[in-house]
């Protein structure tokens, strides 16, 4: 009965926590300026340092080992739930990452609230995930359990996000067209 139990809770964990994956990922690719394909969710500011230089991530097109990942929660401030924010670099399908590529974020912490952290991107990471899940004592070791158990789920979660994200860039950039071109000359439509 308790074996039971436990599988329960972890299988409903996981299922909540690769839904807090896509929303926090599409908090990070979303356009604030259009909500027509956006989850609600709370937003996730992402930054990456390089060479001196600071861009936001989605002027970056791949993460390099060293580089910095500044990552700010902007929750608001009558958050009245504590979420926990996991960073993890994944290096692969079928190579689970190791203990210290995980990296366990407070979003209750004043200056994490105002400040966000930075994350050094450790050699051999292939892709960078943020996860939000709210703190229930112990959500951040059953998180690690889940990413490393099976990183092929969370590598592939990543990369169908991202194949959306591009399609929504596609889509945002042919819609801006059509609307140009609807105001100076309706009749090439």
Not at 33 to 50: C, N, S, Y
Not at 116 to 145: C, H, K, S
């Amino acid at each position: 009965m308790l074996l039971r139990e436990s599988v329960w809770k972890l299988s409903k964990l996981r299922a909540a926590v690769l839904w807090l994956l896509l929303v926090s990922a599409c908090a990070i690719s979303a356009r604030p300026e259009t909500a027509a394909f956006d989850l609600i969710g709370p937003k996730v500011d992402v930054r990456v340092q390089r060479g001196g230089k600071t861009l936001p991530i989605a002027e970056v097109p791949n993460l390099q080992a060293g580089d910095r990942v500044w990552v700010h929660p902007n929750l608001p401030d009558s958050q009245s739930v504590r979420y926990l924010m996991g960073i993890v670099f994944l290096r692969g399908a079928t190579n689970p990452p190791p203990e210290n590529w995980f990296t366990r974020v407070e979003t209750w912490n004043k200056a994490v609230r105002e400040e966000g952290v930075y994350v050094a991107v450790p050699d051999e990471a292939e892709e960078a995930i943020v996860l939000l899940a709210p703190e229930t004592g112990g959500a951040f070791n059953t998180l690690r359990a889940a990413v490393r158990g099976k990183p092929g789920a969370f590598v592939r979660a990543t990369q169908d996000l991202l194949q959306a994200s591009l399609d929504r860039a596609r889509l945002d950039r042919y819609l801006d067209a059509v609307r140009e071109t609807s105001a100076s000359d309706p009749d090439q439509l």
